[in-house]
């Protein structure tokens, strides 16, 4: 199964890089909307959303529109997990060993996943019920299983282009189920993965 995911992510982030820039923008206003119309959009304390790259839809419409209670914050590598630190547009960044800018924190003082009350993470792919498809590092996964013994926060959202949608996924043990999938058209809310 892992070969066949392999491949479908090559073909899926070949996809997003193909759509042009004018319908890269307005689909990210687009999501921006409706990351804040979700249910749970309104919580307080500390939210993730991401730097995007290798056509990742982008973030930044919603970054600039977050309620004044939501820090934003951006992951930062800790040994095999991730942690979250806060960020403004024009604090300082470095690049990860995978060229992704984060924040220029000590790891170690970073938030852990579990202080965290909304995390917007970047989908390769998707289906209709639900399923994500991530890079293939299990960054996420890693970091959120605790959500798998237990429902805690915090809220994770998957984010893409309604492009990135697939008729079907296959589904792994160790994928972390998301609360909503949302893209410049649609919003989803899964089914858990032992339904």
Same mark, same amino acid.
């Not at 199964?1 to 890089?17: A, F, G, N, P």
């Not at 995007?52 to 529109?65: F, P, V």
């Given at each position: 199964?892992?070969?066949?995911?392999?491949?479908?992510?090559?073909?899926?982030?070949?996809?997003?890089?193909d759509i042009p820039a004018a319908m890269r923008i307005a689909a990210a206003e687009r999501l921006a909307a409706r990351l804040l119309s979700l249910p749970f959009a309104d919580v307080s304390g500390p939210v993730a959303g991401y730097w995007?790259?290798?056509?990742?839809?982008?973030?930044?419409?919603?970054?600039?529109?977050l309620p004044a209670q939501q820090t934003y914050c951006l992951p930062v590598l800790h040994g095999k997990l991730l942690r979250f630190a806060p960020w403004r547009p024009g604090q300082p960044l470095v690049s990860n060993r995978y060229g992704i800018p984060e924040p220029d924190v000590d790891p170690a003082q +970073?938030?852990?996943?579990?202080?965290? *009350?909304?995390?917007?993470?970047?989908? #390769? %792919?998707f289906d209709d019920t639900g399923r994500r498809l991530g890079m293939g590092?299990?960054?996420?996964?890693?970091?959120? +299983?605790?959500?798998?013994?237990?429902? *805690?926060?915090?809220?994770?959202?998957? #984010? %893409?282009?309604?492009a990135q949608q697939v008729p079907s996924l296959p589904v792994e043990d160790w994928d972390v189920a998301v609360d909503a999938i949302c893209t410049e058209q649609a919003t989803l809310y899964p089914e858990p993965l032992n339904a």
């Open positions: 199964m892992t070969e066949l995911r392999q491949k479908l992510r090559q073909q899926l982030r070949q996809h997003r890089r995007a790259m290798d056509g990742e839809i982008a973030l930044h419409r919603w970054q600039m529109q +970073a938030l852990p996943p579990e202080e965290m *009350a909304l995390v917007v993470a970047p989908l #390769v %792919g590092g299990g960054w996420y996964d890693r970091s959120f +299983a605790f959500r798998q013994r237990q429902a *805690a926060p915090p809220w994770l959202v998957g #984010v %893409g282009f309604s």
